[in-house]
């Protein structure tokens, strides 16, 4: 596609809900980074691809948080029994090449934990 | 440890005045740093970007910055802010490694009058 695609655009999800969000990177595009803004603040590094190898996910905040990219395009970022604190927009980016310096964000999915 | 401050939460300015935004980062090596726009609702998208080279470097929508290695700053600037420049402007460094993850500031709302 033309940019970077993010779905839901919005969820609310009942404390304790699963919830899945997906990613489709620009086509081509090698790494796949995840990123997470909470309200007023700026985004924060969550998970970091590299075509389906997941190289860095220092910044995933505990292990109720799981991002795949099985094929290498498409990924899914994994919240389990959510929480309040998780309330936030979670940003999609891509980049052509491995440690890309042109970074291409999506429009981001607004999660609200209720 | 890398870090970004964006020393201003809000920001007016009137229609047409000039702009400034300051950033100031915490970086070992020589930066990498990047100055992006988020109108509400929306994506991050890239103003600009300083490698290497020229200290002074220019964007799109009309905005320049200047790296000054001295002060740790990489200000952005406009010569005549326009109403649609009302957004919120988040400054970036990559971090370390080689992944091309951003570490970004808290941000800086711009509210114009008219």
């Known amino acids: 596609g033309a940019g970077v695609s993010q779905s839901p655009r919005y969820k609310v999800a009942k404390r304790g809900q699963d919830v899945a969000l997906r990613c489709d990177p620009i086509?081509?595009?090698?790494?796949l980074f995840w990123y997470q803004q909470a309200l007023g603040q700026g985004p924060e590094f969550l998970t970091y691809?590299?075509?389906?190898?997941?190289?860095?996910k220092s910044g995933l905040p505990s292990d109720r948080f799981f991002a795949e990219r099985p094929e290498g395009s498409v990924s899914t970022l994994k919240i389990q029994r959510t929480q309040q604190e998780d309330s936030a927009v979670y940003l999609c980016?891509?980049?052509?090449?491995?440690?890309?310096?042109?970074?291409?964000f999506g429009e981001g999915s607004w999660l609200t934990v209720v | 440890a890398q870090s970004v401050t964006q020393p201003d939460i809000h920001i007016t300015v009137s229609e047409g005045a000039s702009l400034e935004l300051r950033c100031n980062y915490s970086y070992g090596a020589t930066p990498y740093l990047f100055w992006y726009v988020q109108s509400p609702g929306q994506g991050l998208q890239l103003l600009l970007k300083y490698f290497s080279g020229d200290t002074l470097v220019q964007g799109i929508k009309g905005f320049e910055a200047e790296f000054k290695r001295s002060q740790s700053s990489f200000n952005l600037r406009k010569p005549s802010v326009h109403w649609s420049d009302a957004a919120e402007y988040f400054c970036a460094v990559r971090g370390s490694g080689n992944t091309g993850k951003l570490i970004f500031g808290q941000g800086t709302t711009l509210q114009v009058k008219p």
């Open positions: 086509s081509g595009h090698v790494s």
């Open positions: 980016a891509s980049s052509l090449e491995g440690g890309g310096n042109t970074i291409y």
């Open positions: 691809f590299q075509n389906e190898a997941q190289l860095d």
